[in-house]
């Protein structure tokens, strides 16, 4: 086995690898990633709760992959470990998508010729700008390469019906809920989704889903996943929300969670619900006495831990005067 | 820079960014550097205090830093929010000890983001002991940082405070503690002033209180500069997380203790 017994053609040796890493991806589910107007959405379907396949990677960026899950896993804590040394070394707003995006695809691309089996995923990399026109989303494949996406992308097993479903459907601008439905929709119309056996026709339910956002307005960190009765109240399609609240879950834990249903921005909402929201809402109102002002904002950078503003009234101005 | 990540980024199993730097980079960590032989002068931070209060816990930190009997800065954070649960505060050599500090933030989020969880209160004040410890080397040439770290307790619903010596020991304290040159009168003024039950806005009282005292008798504490309007910076660590004080709250609750400490410098008792 040590030598090579025939020729085996450049061509030959990459269109293998190739087949080889497509038919690893196309086992696995597919996942969906795509902008509206306060953010970028990820979907993917998941039944598990502990094996993400979206995660958050560093202030404004995230990650989605399909395929392998210890392979993307790997991935995945490459580019933390990428991000957060760039961070530390340089400064928080030195970290862009675009150079993960480009470690990982000099990555990918020397597994792929080099080593003895190429990874067999497919990954996301997106970043949230100031306003939708400085959203980036890169997809990277098995190979290196890497393509810059506007509005929507779709990886995994047969995207094709997925594809097809958006591009009809997707327009830029659409609210959260919206483009929730609309993804769902199109997840469900892969064949493969949901359980084996189904026609594909079954609308697929939060507990088979996977759902983070990259939310604009949030402070510093913008990754949060949305689980819960806030999942299941955007997927609601007879009294649907449109948008997460704009304060955190209350409860003490990880901060990246979204769990509270506490939106109630259609006033047309029939009684029970409305009643319920404003209980709730009301709590949210007292426990964020400074709106708005989440505890996360910018403190756990030194350099920024305060709002630039207030440092500049507090020393600057009056030690000059 | 665009070259394939090293392998130290795909090692398994980690989820520290100290260990991770130790094995890519050691030049980043301040205890991976070799220091030449011989004393340096830098500038040393003062005087923090930290304040258990019901359901969470407070720390505070004068702005001043020294060198010698020089005053190097007027208008240093000492305090930092290191994660969504805790805070440390920083004495000694200023410069090590921030850099400390952000590289104790950082661990904080890369674990959280790696593991998915938070770290456990415990597990943040070893995690920091560590640093310290790793700092050994530089004090014994008199570069020594002496944090004080506090945390909101989620599974008991409280506030607990944890402090360290050189060599990395880690202690937890019960009630109150302070840290730096002027610790021994802020403790005196702490001791006579907490009690049981304390609310946050009590909690600031003292806080203030125990810094007063402490500038009051240690030449290296700043105590509050009315005229260039400069507060002590004060973070507080509870149900809600940990969140800096706003100035002008600050302001004026300072404004208050001066105003009663005149023709009383003992201050409240």
Same mark, same amino acid.
């Given at each position: ?321 | ?196 039950? #304390? =609310? *946050?806005?009590?909690?600031?009282? %003292? @806080? ?5 005292? +402490?500038?009051?008798? &240690? !030449? ?5 500069? #009315? =005229? *260039?309007?400069?507060?002590?910076? %004060? @973070? ?5 997380? +940990?969140?800096?004080? &706003? !100035? ?22």
């Amino acid at each position: 086995m040590t030598q090579m017994p025939f020729y085996v053609s450049p061509e030959q040796l990459m269109k293998d690898r190739a087949d080889f890493a497509r038919k690893g991806i196309a086992r696995g589910r597919s996942v969906v990633v795509l902008s509206y107007d306060k953010g970028i959405l990820f979907v993917a379907e998941n039944h598990s709760r502990a094996l993400h396949k979206i995660s958050e990677i560093y202030d404004r960026i995230a990650f989605a992959a399909v395929g392998k899950y210890n392979e993307f896993e790997n991935l995945r804590v490459a580019g933390i470990r990428y991000a957060d040394l760039r961070g530390y070394s340089y400064d928080r707003s030195d970290v862009t998508a675009r150079g993960l995006a480009n470690a990982y695809a000099q990555t990918l691309g020397a597994v792929f010729t080099q080593d003895a089996k190429p990874f067999e995923v497919e990954i996301v990399v997106a970043e949230v700008g100031e306003d939708s026109d400085g959203d980036q989303i890169y997809r990277l494949t098995y190979d290196g390469s890497v393509a810059d996406e506007h509005g929507f992308v779709v990886m995994g097993g047969t995207t094709e019906p997925i594809e097809q479903a958006l591009r009809s459907r997707y327009t830029p601008h659409q609210s959260l809920g919206e483009a929730l439905a609309m993804a769902v929709s199109a997840l469900s119309a892969d064949p493969s989704a949901g359980e084996a056996g189904e026609s594909g026709s079954a609308r697929l339910g939060p507990g088979q889903l996977e759902v983070a956002i990259l939310d604009r307005g949030r402070p510093r960190r913008k990754f949060r996943r949305i689980v819960g009765p806030l999942l299941e109240r955007l997927l609601n399609e007879s009294d649907p929300i449109h948008d997460v609240p704009d304060t955190d879950d209350p409860v003490p834990g990880p901060h990246d969670t979204l769990s509270h249903d506490t939106v109630n921005h259609d006033s047309n909402h029939h009684d029970e619900s409305n009643h319920h929201d404003t209980g709730e809402q009301g709590d949210v109102t007292q426990d964020s006495a400074g709106a708005g002002d989440s505890p996360r904002h910018e403190s756990t950078n030194p350099q920024t831990q305060r709002p630039r503003t207030e440092g500049e009234v507090d020393g600057g101005e009056s030690t000059q005067g | 820079m665009s070259e394939r990540l090293s392998a130290a980024f795909f090692s398994s199993g980690g989820s520290s960014f100290t260990e991770f730097l130790a094995a890519h980079d050691p030049g980043l960590l301040p205890s991976g550097r070799t220091v030449p032989e011989g004393v340096v002068e830098a500038p040393h931070g003062t005087t923090i205090v930290t304040v258990i209060y019901d359901g969470g816990v407070l720390m505070a930190g004068d702005r001043r830093a020294t060198m010698g009997n020089f005053i190097a800065n007027r208008e240093m954070e000492k305090v930092f929010v290191t994660d969504d649960y805790s805070v440390a505060g920083i004495a000694g050599t200023a410069g090590l000890a921030i850099e400390v500090v952000r590289l104790f933030q950082v661990e904080l989020e890369h674990y959280e983001k790696i593991e998915g969880t938070l770290m456990s209160l415990e597990g943040k004040a070893n995690r920091l002991a560590s640093m310290i410890r790793g700092n050994l080397g530089l004090a014994m040439r008199g570069l020594a940082v002496v944090p004080l770290f506090a945390g909101y307790d989620i599974d008991t619903g409280k506030g607990r405070i944890f402090s360290y010596d050189v060599t990395g020991g880690c202690y937890e304290e019960q009630h109150h503690h302070a840290v730096g040159s002027g610790s021994l009168f802020a403790r005196g003024a702490l001791k006579k002033l907490w009690r049981t039950g #304390l =609310s *946050r806005s009590e909690a600031v009282r %003292i @806080a203030i209180e125990a810094l007063y005292d +402490a500038a009051d008798d &240690d !030449s290296a504490t700043g105590g509050p500069d #009315l =005229s *260039r309007r400069i507060w002590p910076t %004060i @973070a507080t660590v509870d149900i809600e997380g +940990a969140q800096f004080l &706003d !100035s002008e709250v600050v302001a004026q609750v300072v404004a208050t203790v001066v105003a009663d400490r005149q023709d009383n410098p003992g201050g409240a008792r």
